[in-house]
């Protein structure tokens, strides 16, 4: 195939489902500005990067925080980026109904390597020799309630673990903490807003956001339902957590529900223990913010 007839092909495939939109210099063009934001917005401390291998492909699996700005992702990605260069690819699965919802903003986070969460793309991304970021909580995780701000949320779903069991990669673990403090999650109100549908209420644009928050945050002050908002200067820490490397792989290990499971419950409660520690290294240091630690 020429290479003009292979741009049409490519122009034609939905946003999201191709890796081909990931752009190693527009990745370049964000690092200045993730550069200010992570040493003078939210002052990032940052530790355990040595438990990256290198040139491997692995699966990071995230716990995730602070709403649509999920302020922690960039930061993370920059670490990642000024590590090991903007041309070792990786790619972020970013939830369907942002590409739907925010077109414009999801081509954007395409060349920076996003792709539409879906299995297919994670296999596809794997298999090129790339690693790839996921949050398995996602939209439920990303708005949990400002109380359960420092708990591991998977929401039940386990397709993750059947992916690294299936690819034979190990899992490492990347948290956070202080993201979700960028703005204040008082409830999920999507039980109620879902009746309210059923009744004959639309969805705006027509989508199910699966999450209904009522938030404290800029700039709406009080706002309802997944609105963008601006993330508040709160110093955040990260943490990247020894790699996770299971007993058995492979298709049959994949459809074994019970060790999946196992594995799930593994990986859960192994992140819990590293923010549990991490949120009290956070209170320790909360009278000396802008101190920073790197490994």
């Excluded at 492909?57 to 903007?86: E, Q």
């Excluded at 792989?249 to 999946?260: S, W």
């Amino acid at each position: 195939m020429s290479e003009s007839a292979t741009q049409i092909v490519n122009h034609n495939i939905k946003p999201g489902w191709t890796l081909d939109r990931r752009d190693p210099q527009f990745i370049q063009s964000l690092m200045p500005t993730w550069e200010w934001l992570y040493n003078n917005y939210f002052h990032v401390q940052t530790s355990g990067w040595h438990h990256v291998p290198k040139n491997e492909k692995v699966l990071i699996v995230g716990s995730h925080n602070g709403g649509l700005a999920a302020p922690d992702v960039p930061m993370m990605m920059y670490d990642w980026f000024r590590r090991f260069g903007t041309e070792q690819p990786v790619y972020a699965l970013m939830h369907p109904i942002i590409w739907q919802a925010f077109p414009a903003l999801a081509q954007t986070a395409a060349k920076a390597g996003a792709v539409v969460a879906h299995p297919k793309m994670a296999y596809n991304a794997l298999r090129s020799g790339a690693s790839v970021l996921v949050y398995p909580g996602g939209a439920q995780d990303v708005f949990r309630p400002h109380h359960l701000r420092n708990q591991i949320y998977f929401a039940g779903r386990k397709g993750f673990i059947k992916l690294a069991l299936k690819e034979k990669v190990p899992i490492v673990p990347m948290i956070s903490c202080g993201a979700h403090d960028t703005f204040y999650v008082m409830a999920d109100m999507y039980e109620l807003v879902s009746q309210l549908h059923q009744w004959g209420m639309p969805w705006l644009f027509d989508l199910d956001p699966t999450v209904f928050p009522i938030y404290l945050g800029l700039p709406w002050g009080l706002a309802m339902g997944p609105l963008p908002h601006i993330p508040l200067p709160v110093p955040m820490h990260t943490r990247v957590c020894p790699p996770i490397v299971f007993e058995s792989y492979g298709r049959e290990a994949a459809r074994d529900r019970h060790y999946v499971n196992e594995c799930y419950e593994l990986v859960r409660s192994q992140m819990q223990q590293e923010l549990d520690a991490l949120a009290r290294v956070a209170k320790t240091r909360i009278h000396c913010p802008f101190g920073k630690y790197s490994s």
